[in-house]
């Protein structure tokens, strides 16, 4: 069955049919293309474009269809084009004639809309409790090393010490941001677009507000044209999740360098590692590398959405098609990512003492002595100069600046006095007690914030989530 056969008087060749189609990837948009029909068709119902009795018929044959749906019972070739073809192909056979009147009013220009947008608005959830659900680990990581140490780096050398919890809590922050651009993108993903037609809108005296009642929109779109023509509510979500992927990205790349035995920072579980087929000591942290590597696909389903948009001309082009299986890819691939990763960082078993040795060493305390100086009046430069001289010193002893004498202090500058012996890694992070910083109880409050936004980000969600329509809540209550 075709749904444009009637000015043909040729069957399409087998090689455009199968080029054409989107079936074989549409097909998971079939629970929104049924809740967007169920809707239509109550509406058209309310509004007596279509009769009660045709109403009920498409609702209950609309049933039918979604449970042989959901049994995997229909068969999905390339030849029926795509889901909204099918859906209604289906639903002919089984209920006949009044089974053609769903589509009064109605183009698959606005229903690919509407599909496209239920299954963003869905797929938006879901990501942000597979954000809620990785900053919740790390924040739980934190919990159960509060005063932990760690050397932080900048240019990835030994820079100054940082607390364990801070370094973690520097990843919730920006997963926080990630999950705010996917809230502010819900915003305008959460718009109606049916009632827009082919393009022009329709002529018909339907009710958009309804529609959009039933399907539990906030919005309905305010140009048909515009409606049926832009992705970009997918652009955004696609761009947010690029940097999800970049987020956690970094992350795979601190937890493949932190279980190597180099760093020696943690011990990543072994239900998150794999041997090697040939080096039977090795424990490879593939998971994280895998997380790492799929960020080349999600920057790629990005530009490949622009670029499918870039220079068409409005309003529906078939170019469109091509939105899906990019959208789609890309989606799957983020929740898969967040959530093995929420899974190793709850698994990671952090060797303490080797990040506290670490956090202590290598000079880490040398900004410290400077300010030191600096805060008994010497100009922070001259006083960074004579510290630089200090760390020349124990180079040459081999020794770390807490082993100096005040003898040894003395040569550098007479303004050291005995407080100055002996500076340690604890004493530094303890220093940092200004907001954002990470002296502990800087670092508890920070935590305690992190947590109390989750909830609410939680509450919140949780509520956007009972707006949402189910097949069920529009295939069910009688029409009357
Ligand atoms: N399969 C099409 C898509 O995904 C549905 C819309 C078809 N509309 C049309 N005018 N050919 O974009």
Redesign the pocket.
């Known amino acids: 069955m075709k749904l444009?056969g009637g000015r043909f008087s040729e069957a399409a060749s087998e090689s455009a049919e199968a080029f054409g189609a989107?079936?074989p990837f549409?097909h998971r948009l079939w629970p929104y293309d049924v809740m967007g029909s169920a809707a239509h068709c109550r509406m058209l119902a309310q509004q007596r474009i279509i009769s009660i009795d045709d109403a009920r018929s498409i609702l209950r044959g609309l049933a039918g269809v979604a449970a042989e749906l959901r049994d995997g019972k229909l068969d999905l070739s390339p030849s029926w084009?795509?889901?909204?073809t099918r859906v209604e192909a289906r639903l002919r056979e089984l209920i006949g004639d009044p089974a053609a009147r769903l589509h009064t009013a109605r183009?698959?220009?606005d229903?690919?809309a509407l599909d496209l947008r239920m299954f963003a608005r869905d797929a938006l959830l879901v990501e942000l409790d597979a954000l809620a659900t990785i900053q919740g680990s790390l924040v739980e990581v934190a919990i159960q090393h509060p005063e932990a140490l760690m050397p932080g780096y900048t240019h990835l050398q030994r820079a100054q010490p940082v607390l364990f919890a801070h370094y973690l809590l520097a990843y919730v922050e920006m997963f926080w941001r990630d999950a705010e651009r996917l809230l502010d993108c819900f915003r305008r993903t959460d718009v109606l677009p049916l009632g827009s037609g082919?393009l022009a809108g329709v002529p018909y005296p339907i009710d958009r507000d309804l529609t959009a009642r039933l399907l539990g929109f906030s919005a309905i779109s305010a140009n048909s044209i515009d409606a049926v023509a832009d992705r970009d509510f997918a652009v955004e979500q696609l761009a947010a999740l690029a940097l999800v992927a970049m987020h956690l990205s970094r992350l795979a790349e601190e937890l493949v360098l932190w279980s190597s035995a180099e760093f020696g920072f943690i011990e990543i579980a072994e239900a998150y590692a794999t041997g090697s087929s040939i080096m039977p000591q090795k424990r490879n942290p593939d998971m994280a590398e895998l997380v790492r590597g799929k960020t080349g696909r999600m920057y790629g389903h990005l530009v490949a959405m622009l670029t499918i948009l870039k220079g068409l001309p409005l309003a529906?082009n078939?170019d469109?098609?091509e939105?899906?299986e990019a959208f789609f890819d890309a989606v799957d691939t983020a929740q898969a990512c967040l959530s093995i990763t929420a899974e190793m960082v709850s698994s990671i078993r952090p060797k303490l003492d080797r990040m506290a040795t670490a956090a202590a060493a290598s000079f880490s305390t040398a900004t410290d002595y400077a300010d030191y100086l600096a805060k008994r009046g010497i100009p922070f430069r001259e006083a960074h100069e004579a510290v630089g001289k200090l760390v020349r010193l124990c180079e040459g002893r081999g020794c770390d600046l807490a082993d100096l004498s005040l003898d040894d202090l003395h040569a550098a500058s007479t303004l050291f006095d005995a407080s100055a012996v002996g500076i340690t890694a604890e004493a530094v992070v303890a220093a940092r007690n200004v907001a954002g910083g990470t002296a502990p109880a800087r670092v508890a409050a920070a935590r305690e914030a992190a947590e109390q936004r989750l909830k609410g980000l939680r509450a919140q969600m949780e509520r956007r989530r009972a707006t949402l329509p189910t097949l069920d809540g529009l295939l069910t209550p009688p029409i009357d």
């Open positions: 444009w989107s079936i549409d084009e795509d889901i909204h183009s698959r220009n229903q690919v082919a529906y078939k469109l098609q939105d899906k």
